[in-house]
Every structure is written in structure tokens, then in C-alpha cells.
């Protein structure tokens, strides 16, 4: 049976539980179990390489002792096991304190996780589907780890105030061009599933990982936040499955929580993959940790104020933006200053309003910066939906070849021999400045639509409101005269 379809067939158990109701509360409860055996199969490959490694995971709760046999524990037994025993364990695991001790991430994993499932045989049904897959098995953790990411795409159909899934081709063009290395110290302040995270792994084991050695290093410096207890729990799992040793580094926090200038120069870091979420307005209080001229209950905002604070002399970041944020006054027109000033923001890749649906209809950009020098000149590169196509979808999403031209177009990592042409331009800071830092900069090559000589269609407008009152008149007739009989 393939992984895809043992996925299926377990989403096709659950909803015959009538504890589970809908896909957040399936996928948090795959979570879990998944994480078990993920963890289990890792812990069984270390106790092999490694002299004197132990499992975090007391051997009672293993999942070789209580789930690996297909006729073992099940019904209320294992319900009983499960919630009066297995759960309230593993919250209370008692931590070291040391670092890369994997009791903190399975501590943290189970912290905000629950059993929904009522029945105990239907959790053994799944128990076992979730058993046949080998996560040593490099390939069929792949092929799982593509599964996991459409679970995840679907998940992200629940999402409200700006915490929309980033679409595969927009995180992997996004690093591809900031071109992470391992040792950089990279940070994902609100990292949601794990998106950026799992490009940037794949994209420096394909290109810079040749050692032990630079892969120890690599994991050493992820850094990551999540606010929210399902997608951090989704992301922990998310890292073990791409096999990062100790994901601990995936914090369960607001970043913003944290005064501003408490974040000290040694915290300072060389890279920044986010999509911080946007139109949503952070709770009260938080504004507070900024500085006054920052300070706003939008969160997009928030986060680039603190973006540019903990970005390196010489650190990079590419970030996700809405149109709002280009063309916003007061707190964003002065971010867009302090922006400039602090950083060479180099590049910004405009994006079609449909790249985000069916979770968002709202134009966003990509903002491609570097800290340490201050802008002179913004190149901008218009991205459209194919020809033949009017708008991105569900069924018809953004790919990864339709953002090669921008990246043929790019330059390389030194941006060298840009070029204007119908999709791109480029505008001097001076020119910002005189705008009162406006970023919202249309395409001066696009030929704007003919819509057609102004009276004509004022005419047409005058005819079809006659028309519409005319049908009108007869449906009240029609009323009128059905009511009387």
C-alpha cells in the first residue's frame, strides 16, 4: 500500500470517530501519533549510531512497546492508556535543562496536544495504517513528507486574520534567492508549519551540505517561533520528519511579545525567511514593547520594525508584505523610511492577488533586502498569472517554473546586469522620498487597458439602469397580481 493512500485511508477512520470533528482537530490528532512514531524510528536509528543514546521517551510510551503490535493493547484499554497515562507523562516529562535534551521538544510537542478519538478501536485501526510507514526509510519519508505538506496546504483553508500557507514555489524561490548557508544563523519569527524552514534544509543539503560536519552546523543555527500551539506542534513534527535531530528550536511564543530593545547584539542573525501574518491586529499591550514612532496594533508592521532590528550588518531577508504595507501612511510610512535607510532593499517581486487562493485574495509582494548599507535604488519585477490563465487557484496554483524568468532575470547573487524590460523597472530612493516613501509603484511599461471613449459607456451604463428598472416594474406587477388573487 503506498504512503499517500495509508494517509487517505486514515482520514477515511477518523471521520467515522465521533470525537473528531473537522480537519484541524484530525490533523492535530495525526500529529501526535505521527510525531510518536516519527520520534521512535529516529530514537531506534540513534540507539544505533550513537553509544549510550536514550530515548526521551520513557520506554512504557515508546511506540515499539504499546502500538508497533497490530494485536496489542485497543478498545477502552487503550483509550484509558492513552488519556490517563500516555498523555499526562509526556506534559510532564521532567526536563534537564541541558542543551539538545528531546525531552523539552516531546514535553513541548504534547504540551498543547489532546486525544480527540472516542473509539478505541478505531484508534487501533489507525495505530496501525500509521505503523506501516518506516520514517528510516529515506524515500518513503520523502514521499511522506510531500503528504505531510498537502495535509498541511489543507489545514491552511481554517486560517483567518492574515495566517495564510505560503505557497510551495514562493518559499522555494524566496530562498533559492537569499541562498542560505549552513552555520548562517537563520530565523523564522513567526513560522507557522514550517514552511521557509523545510525549503531552506532541502536547498542546503542540495547545494552546500558535502559533510558531517556542514549538516551539524546547519541544524545548529534554525531558529524559529510559532504563537499558536496547533501549527507549532505541526512544525516540530515537521522538522523531525526532515530529519533535524533536536527541533527544540521551535519555540512555542509570540515574537513580539518581547520588548524591542531587549533583543541584544548577540541575538543578532545573518538570515530571515518569513510570511508574518497580516490584516490580523495583535492583542493589547504589545505595541507597548516598541518604540513609540513603531508603535501600531498591525502585525505585518510589527514585524518588519523588528525584522530590520535583528537582521546582521550584512544579513539578508526576504518577506512576504501585502500592498497595504507599500502604500500605508503613519507608522508604515515611517517603517518604510527607517527601512530604506537601515537597509538596502534591493528587490520587490509584485504578486497577482490570486497567488494565495483560495485562502486570500489580496495582492502581496516580496521584499528582498540587505542590512548594512542604505537603498539607493529599488528594482521591481511584475510577476503574471500564464497566458492562457486569468488567475491562480486551488487547482491551478503558482509553480515553481512560473517564477523562472524573475530568477533568470535576477542577476545572480551580486544582481549583476539588470536589465528594464516589460516586467521590470527600477526607481531611485529619491524618487520614494518625493512619493513620501510610497513603494506602491506600478509598472510604467504596462499599456494600460483600453476600457473604451468615456460617453459610450456612460450611455451603456444609462440604458442597462432602464432596463433593470423596467424588469423591475414588471416584477412588482407580477406580485402585485399573484397577491391579489
Not at 164 to 178: E, H, K, L, Q, W
Not at 236 to 244: E, I, K, S, W
Not at 291 to 313: C, G, N, Q, S, Y
Request: hydrophobic share 35%; with cysteine.
Amino acid at each position: 500500500m503506498s504512503v499517500r493512500t495509508i494517509v487517505k485511508t486514515i482520514q477515511d477512520i477518523m471521520r467515522k470517530d465521533s470525537g473528531v470533528d473537522g480537519d484541524a482537530q484530525r490533523l492535530s490528532q495525526l500529529c501526535w501519533m505521527f510525531f510518536l512514531k516519527i520520534i521512535d524510528d529516529q530514537d531506534q536509528e540513534l540507539e544505533e549510531v550513537q553509544a549510550g543514546y536514550r530515548s526521551p521517551i520513557p520506554p512504557q510510551y515508546q511506540w515499539r512497546h504499546w502500538a508497533a503490535d497490530p494485536e496489542g493493547i485497543t478498545g477502552d484499554a487503550l483509550l484509558a492508556f492513552v488519556n490517563d497515562d500516555l498523555f499526562p507523562t509526556l506534559k510532564t516529562l521532567p526536563l534537564t535543562g541541558l542543551p539538545g535534551d528531546r525531552r523539552r521538544v516531546v514535553r513541548g510537542v504534547f504540551e498543547d496536544a489532546y486525544n480527540y478519538m472516542k473509539s478505541g478501536q478505531l484508534m487501533r485501526q489507525v495505530v496501525n495504517k500509521i505503523a506501516a510507514v518506516d520514517f528510516n526509510d529515506l524515500a518513503e519519508r520523502r514521499h511522506f513528507g510531500e503528504i505531510y505538506e498537502q495535509l498541511l496546504n489543507d489545514l491552511q483553508n481554517a486560517g483567518n486574520a492574515g495566517e495564510y500557507y505560503t505557497p510551495r514555489a514562493v518559499t522555494s524561490f524566496m530562498v533559492d534567492r537569499i541562498d542560505p548557508r549552513p552555520g548562517e544563523i537563520l530565523f523564522d519569527p513567526a513560522c507557522g508549519t514550517g514552511g521557509f524552514l523545510t525549503c531552506a534544509i532541502r536547498h542546503m543539503r542540495d547545494r552546500h551540505v558535502k559533510r558531517p560536519d556542514d549538516e551539524r552546523r546547519m541544524q545548529a543555527a534554525l531558529r524559529a517561533v510559532e504563537k499558536k500551539p496547533l501549527p507549532h506542534m505541526l512544525c516540530t513534527t515537521n522538522m523531525l520528519l526532515h530529519g533535524v535531530e533536536d527541533p527544540g528550536f521551535v519555540r512555542h511564543d509570540n515574537t513580539l511579545a518581547r520588548p524591542y530593545t531587549s533583543w541584544t547584539q548577540s541575538e543578532r542573525v545573518d538570515v530571515i525567511l518569513t510570511n508574518p501574518p497580516f490584516g490580523g491586529k495583535e492583542e493589547d499591550g504589545i505595541e507597548s514593547n516598541f518604540p513609540v514612532h513603531f508603535r501600531t496594533r498591525e502585525t505585518a508592521d510589527l514585524f518588519l520594525a523588528l525584522i530590520i532590528r535583528l537582521l546582521k550588518p550584512g544579513g539578508r531577508a526576504a518577506v512576504v508584505l501585502p500592498d497595504g504595507s507599500l502604500f500605508g501612511e503613519g507608522v508604515k510610512t515611517r517603517l518604510k523610511e527607517h527601512l530604506m535607510e537601515e537597509c538596502d532593499l534591493h528587490t520587490i517581486v509584485r504578486l497577482p492577488n490570486s497567488v494565495f487562493r483560495p485562502y486570500a485574495s489580496i495582492g502581496t509582494n516580496l521584499l528582498f533586502f540587505e542590512k548594512g548599507r542604505p537603498t539607493t535604488e529599488t528594482w521591481y519585477w511584475e510577476h503574471r498569472v500564464p497566458a492562457g490563465q486569468k488567475a491562480y487557484s486551488m487547482t491551478r496554483p503558482i509553480r515553481q517554473e512560473h517564477l523562472d524568468d524573475c530568477a533568470d532575470w535576477w542577476g545572480g547573487a551580486k544582481r549583476k546586469g539588470r536589465e528594464e524590460n516589460e516586467r521590470a523597472w527600477r526607481v531611485p530612493v529619491d524618487q520614494v522620498k518625493e512619493r513620501g516613501w510610497n513603494l506602491d509603484i506600478k509598472n510604467p511599461h504596462a499599456v494600460a487597458d483600453d476600457h473604451g471613449d468615456p460617453e459610450t459607456l456612460a450611455a451603456d451604463l444609462d440604458a442597462a439602469e432602464r432596463d433593470v428598472a423596467r424588469l423591475r416594474d414588471q416584477l412588482k406587477a407580477i406580485l402585485a397580481e399573484a397577491l391579489a388573487r
